[in-house]
């Protein structure tokens, strides 16, 4: 047992010492020469075109050493993190006709900050075993087949900054443990089949844009989301209530960063919320296709129409497919075609004529509807 160490370590000597005489860089760590060997079995062969990355990869060579070489074309990225031996700290693979699985893989990369896959063919489930990856500051699965539920597991990626998993299959609940990913900034999950109602996300106190559309989550808009926010998209949901202060009580602050909200396509009722005017630097703001009712607040209509210092105007107010009713408030009769995208079709404003811009491109509901304004 002692003398096959001592051949072993004076292997290790031997090829170090070779290494340096022929002036090669540094190693990759073992570790991360076995996880590149399971992604490239663990895909499809039929989906590695000859010319792409992973057909590439020949492991008979060192791959960080021979990178962008003729064996390793791309696919990742290396650096050095003690002398002598490389670590992979990307893995990109994205729009390349991959497909396979990723369970199989241990995703034992622990200095691995970038993992891109997006715009391919894997399919299966999310493994849990990507939360290996503790050092992740983005991920990206967009576009592709995967299905099941998002791991609870995925929360607890604590330098997570950009998770993209938008555009799959994705089903259930949007795990509470979401919460937990205290690096986040940016949120992408539209276009899946999610159901149950939105976690809490108070906790995500960097999170910048917010896309949750194209899903169908139910329950009530959330009352926590963090101040941060820049941008938040959950359109094209089930999400019911009303808007009321209480709802969204953190972007109301006049610290609010909140620029652009898209609620349109839910089932929102009650009265328009006035509070949304008082929004520093809300531009944009589509509640369509809701059921909202009530009078358009005078409020939305100053923003619209009248530029004030200090706060920022609606460029976008799409209120179509309510059930609104009452007078075009004042101000948004003087309104200029051009000067702001507001649209008002399709309500219970009888008194929409086409004269007003924004009330073209449509009708106003039929007098049967009216009973529900
Ligand atoms: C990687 O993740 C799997 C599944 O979650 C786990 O069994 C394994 O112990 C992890 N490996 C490391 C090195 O943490
Ligand atoms: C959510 O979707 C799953 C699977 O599609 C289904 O089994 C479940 O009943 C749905 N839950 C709700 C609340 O709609
Ligand atoms: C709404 O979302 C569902 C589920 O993702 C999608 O199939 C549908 O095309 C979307 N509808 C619109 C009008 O965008």
Same mark, same amino acid.
């Given at each position: 047992?002692? @003398?096959?160490?001592?051949?072993?370590?004076?292997?290790?000597?031997?090829?170090?010492?070779?290494?340096?005489?022929?002036?090669?860089?540094?190693?990759?760590?073992?570790?991360?020469?076995?996880?590149?060997?399971?992604?490239?079995?663990?895909?499809?062969?039929?989906?590695?075109?000859?010319?792409?990355?992973?057909?590439?990869?020949?492991?008979?060579?060192?791959?960080?050493?021979?990178?962008?070489?003729?064996?390793?074309?791309?696919?990742?990225?290396?650096?050095?993190?003690?002398?002598?031996?490389?670590?992979?700290?990307?893995?990109?693979?994205?729009?390349?006709?991959?497909?396979?699985? %990723?369970?199989? =893989?241990?995703?034992?990369?622990?200095? %691995?900050? &970038?993992?891109?896959?997006?715009?391919?063919?894997?399919?299966?489930? =999310?493994?849990?075993?990507?939360?290996?990856?503790?050092? $992740?500051?983005?991920?990206?699965?967009?576009?592709?087949?995967?299905?099941? +539920?998002?791991?609870?597991?995925?929360?607890?990626?604590?330098?997570? +900054?950009?998770? #993209? %998993?938008?555009?799959?299959?994705?089903?259930?609940?949007?795990?509470?443990?979401?919460?937990?990913?205290?690096?986040?900034?940016?949120?992408?999950?539209?276009?899946?089949?999610?159901?149950?109602?939105?976690?809490?996300?108070?906790?995500?106190?960097?999170?910048?844009?917010?896309?949750?559309?194209?899903?169908?989550?139910?329950?009530?808009?959330?009352? &926590? $989301?963090? @101040?941060?926010?820049?941008?938040?998209?959950?359109?094209?949901?089930?999400?019911?209530?009303?808007?009321?202060?209480?709802?969204?009580?953190?972007?109301?602050?006049?610290?609010?960063?909140?620029?652009? =909200?898209?609620?349109?396509?839910?089932?929102?009722?009650?009265?328009?919320?006035?509070?949304?005017?008082?929004?520093?630097?809300?531009?944009?703001?589509?509640?369509?296709?809701?059921?909202?009712?009530?009078?358009?607040? &005078?409020?939305?209509?100053?923003?619209?129409?009248?530029?004030?210092?200090?706060?920022?105007?609606?460029?976008?107010? %799409?209120?179509?497919?309510?059930?609104?009713?009452?007078?075009?408030?004042?101000?948004?009769?003087?309104?200029?075609?051009?000067?702001?995208?507001?649209?008002?079709?399709?309500?219970?404003? #009888?008194?929409?004529?086409?004269?007003?811009?924004?009330?073209?491109?449509?009708?106003?509901?039929?007098?049967?509807?009216?009973?529900?304004?």
């Amino acid at each position: 047992m002692g @003398s096959l160490k001592l051949i072993l370590s004076s292997l290790v000597l031997v090829f170090v010492i070779a290494g340096v005489l022929i002036g090669a860089e540094s190693k990759t760590y073992w570790g991360d020469i076995e996880v590149l060997k399971e992604l490239k079995n663990g895909f499809d062969p039929g989906s590695l075109n000859p010319g792409s990355c992973v057909s590439s990869w020949d492991f008979t060579i060192d791959p960080c050493d021979n990178l962008f070489g003729e064996k390793f074309t791309c696919g990742f990225r290396c650096d050095l993190v003690v002398s002598g031996i490389s670590r992979i700290t990307e893995l990109g693979l994205d729009q390349a006709g991959y497909a396979g699985s %990723l369970s199989s =893989i241990s995703w034992n990369l622990p200095y %691995l900050e &970038t993992l891109d896959l997006s715009s391919n063919f894997f399919s299966g489930a =999310i493994p849990d075993s990507l939360s290996n990856l503790t050092r $992740l500051r983005r991920l990206g699965l967009s576009r592709n087949l995967f299905t099941g +539920e998002i791991p609870s597991s995925i929360g607890s990626l604590p330098n997570l +900054e950009e998770l #993209y %998993l938008d555009n799959n299959n994705l089903q259930g609940t949007m795990p509470a443990s979401l919460n937990g990913l205290v690096s986040l900034k940016r949120l992408e999950i539209q276009s899946n089949k999610l159901n149950g109602t939105l976690p809490d996300l108070g906790s995500l106190r960097n999170l910048y844009y917010l896309d949750i559309s194209d899903n169908a989550i139910v329950g009530e808009p959330p009352a &926590t $989301l963090p @101040s941060s926010l820049i941008q938040i998209s959950m359109r094209n949901n089930s999400l019911g209530g009303t808007l009321i202060p209480e709802s969204f009580i953190n972007l109301m602050s006049l610290q609010s960063e909140l620029i652009a =909200i898209d609620l349109s396509n839910n089932e929102l009722q009650g009265l328009l919320p006035s509070f949304m005017a008082l929004m520093p630097k809300l531009s944009a703001l589509s509640l369509e296709n809701n059921k909202f009712t009530g009078m358009i607040p &005078t409020q939305y209509a100053l923003k619209a129409a009248v530029p004030d210092s200090g706060i920022s105007p609606f460029a976008r107010l %799409l209120l179509g497919g309510n059930y609104l009713f009452g007078p075009i408030p004042d101000p948004l009769r003087f309104l200029k075609p051009g000067s702001a995208n507001v649209r008002l079709v399709d309500n219970c404003l #009888y008194r929409c004529p086409d004269a007003f811009f924004f009330c073209q491109g449509g009708d106003q509901k039929s007098l049967t509807e009216y009973l529900f304004c």
